[in-house]
C-alpha cells in the first residue's frame, strides 16, 4: 500500500530537549517536505527536498532541521524545542511532474512544554 | 511571493444545501491546482486541476479552474454532515505547494 509514514504520532517533551520527528515513504517519490499548521495560519511549509542530499527552506525554517540521506526518508529535527513549536505536523511526497499528487502522513502532534 | 487565498474562512450550512468554495492564486510558473480535504487527521486528496474550464467531479463534489481569473471553486452539492471538514487549496510552482489557510466547513442536521 502507497503509504507516508511519520513517528511518533504524539510527543510531549520539554524546552531544549533534541527531537527528532522520521518521516517515510515508499512511493519512490523525489520530492518530500515538511509542513506545520496551526490554527488560523494554515499549512506552512517548513522544509522540502527535491532529492537526495537536495534540501532547503520553506516558509518557516527557524528552529528546525532535515536531512536526505536516503530517497525513502526525511526526518525533520528540532535540536532545542520551545514552546512555539507545539503543533501538528505533516510529513509529504510527490513525484516531481504533471501528475504530481501530494500524499500526507498522518501527522505528528507535539507538545512542547 | 507566492500566495494563495480561500474563502469564505468558515461556512455553516444546512444538510441539504449547496456550497461553493472559492480559491484564488497567484504562483509563479503554476502547474496546478489541487483540493484536499481534511477532517480530523491528515489532508486527503480531492482534485487536481490543470487545465481552465474542465469540470472535475467526483460524487456530489465538482471543481473547475479558471486560468485566467487565476482561480478555482470547489462546489458541494446536496452537503451531508459527513462532509464536515476544512477544505484546503494549494497551487503548485512545480517546487512547492503552497497552501491557502483553509475553508472550515460545518454542515448541520
Known amino acids: 500500500e502507497a503509504q507516508v509514514t511519520q513517528n511518533p504520532r504524539y510527543l510531549i517533551t520539554v524546552t531544549g530537549k533534541k527531537l527528532t520527528v522520521t518521516c517515510s515513504q515508499n512511493m519512490n517519490h523525489e520530492y518530500m517536505s515538511w509542513y506545520r499548521q496551526d490554527p488560523g495560519l494554515g499549512l506552512r511549509q517548513i522544509y522540502y527536498s527535491m532529492n537526495v542530499e537536495v534540501t532547503d527552506k520553506g516558509d518557516v525554517p527557524e528552529g528546525y532541521k532535515v536531512s536526505r540521506k536516503e530517497k525513502r526518508n526525511f526526518p525533520l529535527i528540532l535540536e532545542s524545542p520551545s514552546p512555539n513549536q507545539t503543533s501538528l505536523y505533516f510529513c509529504a511526497s510527490r513525484q516531481i511532474g504533471n501528475t504530481d499528487t501530494q500524499y500526507f502522513g498522518p501527522g505528528t502532534r507535539l507538545t512542547v512544554l | 511571493e507566492d500566495k494563495v487565498v480561500q474563502s469564505p474562512l468558515s461556512l455553516v450550512v444546512h444538510e441539504g444545501d449547496t456550497v461553493t468554495l472559492n480559491c484564488s492564486y497567484e504562483?509563479?510558473?503554476?502547474?496546478?491546482l489541487l483540493w484536499y480535504k481534511q477532517e480530523k487527521k491528515a489532508p486527503t486528496f480531492l482534485f487536481m486541476l490543470?487545465?481552465?474550464?474542465i469540470e472535475k467531479k467526483s460524487g456530489r463534489l465538482s471543481s473547475i479552474l479558471d486560468k485566467k481569473e487565476l482561480s478555482s471553486i470547489l462546489n458541494i452539492t446536496a452537503t451531508q454532515t459527513g462532509d464536515s471538514a476544512i477544505y484546503l487549496c494549494a497551487g503548485n510552482s512545480g517546487y512547492a505547494l503552497n497552501f491557502g489557510k483553509g475553508t472550515s466547513l460545518l454542515v448541520t442536521p
Open positions: 490543470t487545465s481552465s474550464g
Open positions: 504562483v509563479t510558473n503554476f502547474r496546478s
